[in-house]
């Protein structure tokens, strides 16, 4: 692909106009994705109408941009995260159910914990996490236990820092971030008691595939002082039951 004036390839330019899209910011005008992008007026424009064009972006009556079905469709073609994402839902489902809390999926993707999947109900503890969205590894119980199974060079990037604390009891410490990693692989789940929210608690275990390798963390938010030891149970037997569904 060609480059522009600052070395950023075609390809470069148009990821940087789809990342300014967030599962909390879905419609944007022109000017607002040339800004976010941080791309000139006529090169954003130029690459809009190509991909409303094409599918990938989508115009409302008022001209605002969104994305498009098209991408949709092709992001969840031979998707293994969607095959992930179906083999879960059963036991989410049940834990769901069994539990009355925020029951989450997520993987690994770029240093983050990249949430495939949420189930919730009305009265279930505060949970900022959202479907499509991320949270740090060493922040979210999910992030923590994918962080502990990770590759070595991954944990160190992590570890090396900067580890930014989104409350109070976030660990930012690298030491204790090592040990806290450490009792993940030890216990076998990850509780992290007001991480990411003061007031709630989130509870985690891997999912691992036929090879047994973790490929997703399976979370729970509960409140800050409820019990743990049920809804770990119950997040055990659901990572059971998907191991199962996967070697299958």
């Known amino acids: ?13 148009l990821l940087r106009v789809l990342e300014t899209f ?12 040339g800004r976010r992008a941080g791309l000139p007026s006529s090169t954003v424009h130029r690459f809009i109408g190509e991909l ?6 989508e115009r409302d009556e008022d001209r605002r941009i969104r994305v498009g079905m098209r991408l949709w469709e092709l992001a969840t073609r031979s998707s293994a995260a969607l095959r992930l994402r179906q083999a879960a839902m059963p036991a989410m489902e049940r834990v769901q159910a069994a539990v009355g809390e925020h029951t989450q999926l997520a993987i690994l993707e770029q240093d983050e914990a990249l949430f ?6 009305r009265d279930a503890t505060s949970n900022i996490t959202r479907i499509a969205g991320r949270l740090p590894l060493h922040a979210s119980s999910s992030g923590l236990v994918l962080l502990a199974y990770a590759p070595p060079d991954l944990q160190e990037r992590v570890l090396a820092g900067p580890l930014h604390g989104l409350t109070r ?4 410490d690298p030491t204790a971030l090592r040990r806290k990693l450490a009792e993940v692989r030890r216990l076998g789940h990850a509780v992290a008691p007001g991480s990411i929210e003061d007031v709630a608690t989130g509870l985690a275990v891997p999912v691992r595939d036929a090879a047994g390798r973790c490929v997703a963390a ?19 037997r659901a990572a059971r ?3 199962s569904t996967l070697g299958a």
Do not use: C
């Open 218 to 236: 399976l979370s729970v938010v509960v409140a800050r002082d409820a019990a743990v030891e049920a809804p770990l149970a119950a997040l055990h």
């Open 22 to 33: 967030t599962p909390t910011r879905t419609v944007q005008s022109a000017a607002e994705i």
């Open 241 to 243: 039951d998907i191991h």
């Open 169 to 172: 009891a976030t660990i930012t």
């Open 116 to 121: 495939l999947e949420r189930l919730s109900s």
């Open 1 to 13: 692909m060609a480059n522009s004036p600052t070395g950023d390839s075609v390809t470069e330019r």
């Open 52 to 57: 409303v064009e094409t599918g990938l972006l």
